[in-house]
C-alpha cells in the first residue's frame, strides 16, 4: 500500500525535486502540492493524505501554524507532518514539533534520509524530539538538549531517560536527576542504561557498593538476554567493574570479573586483564595477555605492548612493531599516539625521514592535543635539517591545534563551574591567559629557535 503524500513548500523547485525523488520509488504517491500553508491545510483537509512535507517558512500561513491547524482539527485527520527546514539547529523547529509536527529534516540531506522520513512518520514512529535532543547535545546547546529529551521521554521512550541521564551527569549539582533519569530508562526497558548509572554510582563517594550491584545486574541482564537489548553493554560494564574493584584494592577480584568475562567470549577483556596485571608489576603476565588481546584482533592492544616492552628496554623491533600494528588497526586517537611513541624511538635512531613520516600521520588524523605535540616535534625537526620556512608553516598548525584546544577546555571548564567567585578585570585577563600558557608557552619557545 503507498503512502499518499502533499508537497508544501512555497519554492517550486523544492516541491519539483522532491517530487522527483519520491516518484522513483514505489510506495510513494503525491496526491497534491500547495505553495503556502493555508492551502497546505485546505489540501490536507479535502485529500487527506498519510504525510504532509511542510516547509517551516511559507508566506501567508507558515509550516509551524499550519501544523497547529491540522493537528487540532476535530475529528482528527490521519495526517503526519513531516517539516522541512534549511538549518538544523533552526528555533522554528523547536516551534514546530510543539504544534505537533512528527518529524523534521534539512533541505540538504540526502534524497535516501528524505525517502526514510517520510516511510519513518507514515508508519507513526518518529523519534523527532530524541532526534533533536541528541542533534543539540553534539552542537553543545545543552539547555535546548535537555528540553528536548524531557518532551521525547514523556512518552516513556527509554533511550530519551538514558540520554537525557547521560546529559545531566556533566552538570554539577544534578547528579540526582541523572540518576532519576538512567532509573527510569531501566524501568522502561532500555537496559544499556544499567552500565551508565553504574559509572555515575562509582564516582560518587559511598556509593561503590550500590555501582558494583548495578554492574553486576547488567551482567546478569545481557547473560540472559536475546542477544538485542541487554547485550550491547555487557563489554563496558564488565570492564568497568573490573575497573572499580581494582581502584578498591580488590585486584583478585578484578582479575576473577576479568577471567569470567573472557570466559563468557569478551576477548576484549585481555586487555584490561593485561593492564592489571602490569599496574600489579606482573610484566609477563601482562605480556601474555596483551598479545592475546591482540590476536583476538584488538590492534589497540598493541599500543599498550608497545609501552610495555619498551619499558622493559626491549629490543627496538619489537617495540616498533607493536606500534605499527596500533598504528594500522586501531581507532584514530590510539593509532595517533602510537605513532608519537614510534616517531620518538625513530629519532632516537637517528632515521628522520621515518619519524617525520610518524608526525604527519598525526597531523592527519589525531585530535588537537596530539596533533599539537606532533607539529611541535615536527618543527623542531626540521629546525635541525635548517628548513625554517617548513618549520614555521608546522608552527602555525601546532598553535592552530592548541587554540581550538584551550577553546574545549574552557567550554568544559565553564560547564563544570556552577557558580564561579566575582572576577576582577586584570584577574580575569590573566586566568584567560594562563588557560593556555602552557601550549602558547611551548610554541613561543620553538618559534624563538626557529628565529635564530
Known sequence: MSVRVVLADDQDLVRTGVRMILEAEDDFEIVGEARDGGEAVAKCRRLRPDVVVMDIRMPVLDGVEATRQLTALDPPLPTRVLMLTTYDLDEYVFAALRAGAAGFLLKHAPSEELVAGIRTVAAGDSGAWLELGMLLARHGARADAEHALREAAVGGDGMAWNNLGWLLVDDPGREREAEAALRSAIA???????????????????????????????????????????????????????????????????????????????????????????????????????????????????????????????????????????????????????????????????????????????????????????????????????????????????????LREAGKQNEVDDRRTSAPPPVAPVEAASAQARSTHGPLRRLRVALLRVRR
Open 188 to 402: 522502561a526497558g532500555y537496559e544499556p542504561a544499567r552500565v551508565n548509572l553504574g559509572w555515575l554510582l562509582a564516582r560518587q563517594p559511598g556509593r561503590e557498593r550500590e555501582a558494583e550491584a548495578v554492574y553486576r545486574d547488567a551482567i546478569a541482564v545481557a547473560a540472559s538476554s536475546d542477544g538485542k537489548s541487554g547485550a550491547t553493554g555487557i563489554a563496558s560494564a564488565w570492564s568497568n567493574l573490573g575497573l572499580l574493584l581494582s581502584e578498591a584494592g580488590r585486584e583478585d577480584d578484578a582479575e576473577a570479573v576479568y577471567r569470567d568475562a573472557i570466559a563468557t567470549g569478551d576477548s576484549s577483556a585481555w586487555l584490561d586483564l593485561g593492564a592489571l596485571a602490569e599496574r600489579r608489576g606482573r610484566n609477563a603476565e601482562a605480556e601474555a595477555a596483551y598479545r592475546e588481546a591482540i590476536a583476538a584482533g584488538h590492534a589497540d592492544a598493541a599500543l599498550s605492548l608497545g609501552v610495555l616492552l619498551s619499558r622493559q628496554r626491549r629490543r627496538g623491533p619489537e617495540v616498533e612493531q607493536a606500534y605499527r600494528l596500533a598504528m594500522e588497526g586501531s581507532e584514530a586517537n590510539v593509532a595517533s599516539l602510537a605513532a608519537l611513541r614510534l616517531a620518538s624511538l625513530l629519532e632516537r635512531r637517528r632515521d628522520r625521514a621515518a619519524a617525520r613520516a610518524c608526525y604527519e600521520f598525526v597531523i592527519e588524523r589525531g585530535s588537537d592535543k596530539t596533533v599539537e605535540r606532533a607539529a611541535l616535534k615536527l618543527a623542531a625537526l626540521l629546525v635541525e635539517q635548517n628548513d625554517r620556512s617548513g618549520a614555521r608553516a608546522f608552527l602555525n598548525v601546532a598553535a592552530e591545534a592548541a
